[in-house]
């Protein structure tokens, strides 16, 4: 009701109080939300929990490999150990309460100290996460089947990461007993409810130094996401150091030297995200969106005529030259290398807001559809551009190369390589729903993922996660067998009017509720009770030493960000 | 693809190109410049330039170069404090930026390289050595609304040929001075670290009183995030930190008298609370840099954190059937020792706070509980004022005015917010009336307070917790404080304007990256001349700043959109 009057109420006000406007009441004074204690996020699908609780001793605990072993086991139980014990980049000591007034074993709910969790891993490890990988585990802290003993269990090694994940968030320092490393008694049985629960960066808007890479990484381990969608290049640049063709991040990039992602810094990345159980997509988008490709490799994309058929001033140029047969044998291979650098199967091959204008104007390429037939159909250009990128990109990697493409390519009725996964973007903010895509995209059978409500980028005053956390991708009109091609979905930080400085407070926690969306029950949708376990959360990973936003308005951590 | 449209909706805009069809939706996004076409950041930042914009420049393309080792600063005039203090900064701000020497390093190996081709430039006119500041007066120890803070640079002028000097009547003034001194150095592409053009500036600000307002209420900020941000405004030339110290989420001033408000008003009573010491340190961080402190303490609304240690202070609320109802309302204005106290807490920030001004806030006072309230019932009944409850507020304030006069011997000074007036409660002329509604409406406003004779503070067009997507910063840039109707004599009762980041959805993660450099187009409007108001010719200027506040070590956000820095974060 009266939308007008609220609105402007609410500018003209020193105080921001539309309660109606938050998933809970605000107090007369004090902070708005009091966070849960050593509540998991996202919610685990099982959890029994008890009032019992152990004490951990920093230098009594271990983690015991009971089961299988492998690098990525060893490098987690020493990233666990630290975070449970020691968060934060500066070593920052454990909250000091006043101690207990008697001893902690007379506490009527002590159960023990925990001195060991056991980590038992069932199969050999996986090297590399994948789109098949398995990510269930369960955990078991004093069950009857498990008395006194903390057991974390799965068949995949990917299971065991995200198990520990939740293990470490199980621990909460307590106010009300004075103890630093307490852990309630409880059972865990855990699976995610998507696959693919990815988040995309963009660096070619702003650059994102590699530190900023890997604290996303870390971000993304720590609410379970499992895919790094790194939309590497754009118009603006190309920071991609090629191996095979250094001249394109050359004249390509804002900055050749400081402003690139060397190959090892790829790798790295990589090796980073692979011992989290996170996969590293990249993107490069073509046949558009490659200004930045032009400068470093001549002759790549369309000169550009006016209506007169004159050459417009020399740098202008459109989308990716389709006619030119050098082109393909430039992508291919491109394209192979990048297959060679980045080892998960899937490529994101963008093929968004292609532009025509150039390509209707261009001799060749007027002359090049009139030999077909295609009259002014140029959705016809576009689907033989892909059709060879397709090709020549299978044929290198003898058809082991898997792609993802923003939902355009489907849109105009381009035949895709089965195994294909496509991309859901627009929608809501454009006017049109999701839901109708999602129909359409999973009733010609391609996977699909969704990124349309979750445009992070878009920022705006007050509260704003709840539209994120209640969008909802399995609502669209279908069959089970078409709901079963949801495979996903992705939070997206175009980086237009954020570089290094904030993406991260931007993106979280604000993306915690994409990651509780993608990996919880669908029935986990009560904003109320989010909110509570949200703020315990986003002080959680502040308290770990990553520059997360306030999330809920008013209110305090214990340990605010003090540089 | 968002703005991946957007990329392409530059192009969209972009009426030599014209292609495809227009996205309403997204052709919404204002840009304060003209968007390139192919690849590379939107914006090319200035070289050397001072943002805010001087009043007078005389820039040339000859340049001298300055050696670190062989640099140094030399007090001619008077001295004190202040002026070492700035002078081991500045010194270090301009050799020697935080995260900054790594450029400062790249280029000196590239300045061995090319060693000293620059001596065969025909516009080298010689190194830069010495610096000569002249204080002509001497040092105030503290900055004022009266402060001087004109300054003079000469950079190789004709009088005084490979020369540099910085000259002011005040300290303050040398202060601005050494801060454009800073920002004229600059790291040449030609492998030359630090060159600074021939240049004769004089300079002054068009208004006294530049604020930026933070709010530690609503979030605590921890004392380096407020000294941060004191660094921005000393290096924005913003003058006043208007400290919004409480309000009703919590109360974390520490009170030797009463710290029982903190104690039990605070979010934690021991980390989330400024101490005696913490608050002189911020005093003195600031008065180092030119900066008032003006504390705020808001009454006789926002004020619920002050009831749990202040028992009886507050307005009991009463529900319809006449019962309590466990809220409470606003200061209770009727029992006299409210006065009581509010006098001798109001003396204690007096000393505590050096700056003779104190904000009372007196905004959005809810009358609703007052009115639920049978002992202020009966008190209005006794006064004949039946159901008008502007008229006890006025008895507030005034009584607040009156006790805090009688406490301070006349000395206090006040700001307060624009409602005080708006109810026509009567302030001591020498008042300063802070507009901060109808965002860019204000004109009204500041017609009719400059109309009954008050001094005036503008905030309305730049809260900047208001968040945006996109380019945002024009907008602020473009709010003109004089722009409204009135006299000469009105006019000049305008004294300045405010930038307010309320902290509702914001702390001390994001406070300083939301903050600027948005609020740098407020500094420009508040100290440049009314006809520096073209965003395009600003937008390079701003670019430039942008990067050299990143390279100085502060977390400031990009402003510009696509855009690249040579250090980056």
């Known amino acids: ?563 | 693809m968002t703005m991946k449209s957007i990329s392409l909706l530059f192009l969209l805009l972009n009426i030599s190109l014209g292609w495809a069809e227009p996205d309403i939706q997204k052709a919404n996004l204002r840009f304060p410049f003209d968007l390139p076409k192919g690849n590379g950041a939107w914006i090319r930042p200035t070289v050397g330039q001072i943002w805010p914009k001087p009043q007078l420049e005389q820039p040339t393309d000859n340049f001298m170069v300055l050696r670190p080792n062989d640099f140094h600063f030399q007090i001619t005039g008077h001295t004190c404090d202040i002026l070492e203090e700035a002078i081991h900064r500045y010194y270090n701000l301009i050799f020697f930026p935080p995260r900054g020497s790594g450029t400062s390093k790249r280029f000196q190996k590239l300045s061995n390289k090319y060693s000293m081709t620059w001596e065969k430039n025909e516009n080298f006119r010689g190194y830069l050595d010495t610096v000569i500041l002249n204080v002509m007066q001497p040092c105030e120890k503290l900055p004022s609304l009266n402060m001087d803070e004109h300054y003079e640079i000469k950079i190789d002028t004709t009088d005084r040929p490979r020369e540099g000097i910085i000259l002011g009547q005040s300290v303050w003034g040398i202060l601005r001075g050494l801060e454009s001194f800073s920002q004229l150095v600059y790291s040449s592409q030609n492998g030359i670290a630090f060159q600074i053009n021939s240049t004769m500036i004089m300079d002054f600000p068009r208004f006294p009183h530049r604020g930026l307002l933070l709010d530690s209420s609503r979030h605590f900020l921890p004392l380096p995030v407020i000294k941060d941000n004191l660094d921005l405004m000393a290096q924005n030339k913003l003058n006043v930190f208007h400290w919004h110290i409480t309000d009703d989420p919590a109360f974390p001033y520490e009170s030797r008298k009463f710290p029982s408000l903190s104690q039990l008003g605070s979010f934690n009573p021991y980390s989330h609370v400024y101490s005696p010491s913490d608050v002189e340190d911020v005093i003195q961080y600031a008065r180092m840099r030119g900066i008032r402190v003006i504390p705020e303490f808001d009454t006789p609304g926002h004020t619920q954190s002050w009831g749990p240690g202040s028992p009886g202070l507050l307005t009991p609320c009463y529900k319809k059937d006449g019962t309590k109802d466990n809220f409470f309302g606003p200061i209770n204005p009727v029992p006299a020792k409210n006065y009581k106290f509010l006098r001798e807490f109001f003396a204690e920030i007096f000393q505590v706070f050096p700056d003779a001004y104190v904000h009372l806030g007196g905004d959005e006072v809810d009358f609703s509980c007052w009115a639920s309230n049978p002992e202020i019932k009966s008190f209005m009944k006794q006064q004949g004022w039946e159901q008008d409850f502007a008229r006890l507020e006025q008895f507030y304030m005034q009584r607040l005015i009156n006790v805090t006069q009688d406490v301070t011997k006349g000395e206090m000074r006040y700001l307060v917010w624009q409602e005080v007036i708006d109810n026509n409660v009567v302030l001591p002329t020498n008042t300063v009336i802070h507009v901060w509604k109808d965002g860019n409406n204000f004109h009204d406003e500041l017609a009719r307070v400059t109309k009954f004779g008050y001094r005036t503070v503008l905030s309305s067009p730049w809260y900047l917790n208001y968040i945006n997507y996109g380019v945002d910063w024009d907008r602020y840039y473009l709010a003109e404080p004089l722009s409204f109707n009135g006299t000469e004599s009105q006019k000049r009762l305008v004294i300045g304007g405010e930038a307010c980041m309320w902290g509702e959805f914001i702390d001390a993660v994001s406070v300083t990256s939301i903050t600027w450099p948005r609020a740098s187009a407020v500094a420009e409007r508040l100290w440049s001349s009314a006809s520096t108001n073209d965003p395009r010719l600003a937008a390079p200027r701003l670019e430039e700043h942008r990067c050299r506040l990143l390279r100085r070590g502060f977390n400031v956000n990009p402003i510009n959109g696509v855009s690249y820095c040579d250090i980056e974060w």
């Open chain 1, 1 to 563: 009701m009266n939308v007008l009057l609220l609105v402007f109420c609410f500018v003209a006000s020193v105080q921001w109080a539309p309660s109606e406007a938050v998933p809970f009441v605000i107090p007369w004074y004090g902070r708005w939300i009091v966070p849960t204690v050593g509540e998991v996020w996202p919610k685990p699908q099982q959890q029994t929990s008890s009032e019992t609780f152990f004490v951990l001793r920093p230098t009594m605990f271990q983690f015991q490999v009971v089961g299988e072993r492998c690098d990525i086991i060893d490098e987690a139980v020493r990233r666990y150990y630290q975070i449970i014990f020691y968060p934060g980049e500066a070593g920052r000591s454990p909250l000091s309460y006043p101690p207990p007034p008697t001893p902690i074993q007379e506490h009527p709910q002590f159960r023990a100290f925990l001195d060991a969790v056991e980590i038992d891993l069932k199969q050999p490890c996986e090297y590399l996460p994948s789109a098949d990988m398995l990510e269930s585990y369960n955990i078991k802290i004093d069950t009857p089947d498990n008395p006194l003993k903390a057991t974390i269990t799965s068949d995949s090694v990917w299971g065991i990461l995200r198990g520990m994940e939740t293990l470490s968030q199980l621990v909460y320092s307590s106010a009300a007993t004075g103890v630093a490393y307490q852990m309630n008694a409880t059972e865990i049985t855990d699976f995610p409810r998507f696959s693919y629960r990815g988040f995309m960066m963009d660096t070619a808007r702003h650059y994102m130094p590699l530190k900023t890479i890997k604290k996303m990484t870390d971000l993304l381990a720590q609410n379970k996401m499992n895919v790094l969608h790194w939309h590497l290049t754009d118009d603006a640049s190309f920071p991609y150091e090629s191996t095979l063709f250094p001249n394109i991040s050359r004249y390509g990039s804002f900055q050749p030297f400081s402003h690139i992602y060397t190959a090892n810094d790829v790798r790295e990345v990589i090796e980073y995200a692979r011992l989290r159980g996170i996969r590293v997509i990249p993107e490069f988008d073509s046949p558009d969106h490659t200004q930045s490709w032009g400068l470093g490799q001549p002759r790549l994309l369309t000169e550009c005529y006016d209506d007169n058929g004159i050459l417009k001033v020399p740098d202008e140029y459109g989308a990716i030259m389709p006619t030119r047969e050098e082109n393909y044998v430039f992508l291919q291979q491109f394209f192979g290398e990048i297959f060679n650098t980045f080892p998960d199967p899937y490529v994101h091959m963008g093929g968004d807001e292609v532009s025509y204008y150039c390509w209707q104007r261009h001799p060749e390429i007027k002359a090049f559809m009139a030999a077909n037939g295609w009259g002014e159909d140029y959705t016809k250009l576009e689907q033989y551009y892909f059709d060879r990128l397709t090709a020549a990109t299978q044929e290198i990697t003898q058809n082991q190369m898997r792609y993802i493409v923003w939902q355009e390519l489907l849109d105009l009725n381009i035949t895709l390589p089965t195994g294909t996964v496509v991309e859901v973007w627009k929608g809501d903010y454009e006017g049109l729903s999701f839901n109708e895509e999602l129909a359409r995209v999973t009733k010609y059978g391609y996977q699909t993922i969704l990124a349309s409500p979750w445009y992070l980028n878009y920022i705006s005053y007050g509260l704003d996660w709840e539209k994120y956390y209640l969008a909802e991708p399995l609502d669209f009109d279908g069959s089970e067998a078409q709901k079963n091609l949801v495979i996903g979905g992705e939070a997206t930080m175009w980086s237009e009017y954020v570089d290094s400085v904030s993406v991260i407070p931007r993106t979280w926690p604000r993306a915690c509720t994409v990651a509780e969306r993608l990996w919880s029950d669908r029935s986990v949708n009560d904003t109320a009770l989010a909110a509570l376990r949200l703020e315990e959360h986003r002080c959680r990973l502040l308290r770990r030493g990553f520059m997360v936003d306030p999330s809920n308005g008013v209110n305090f951590c214990e340990q605010e960000w003090d540089m």
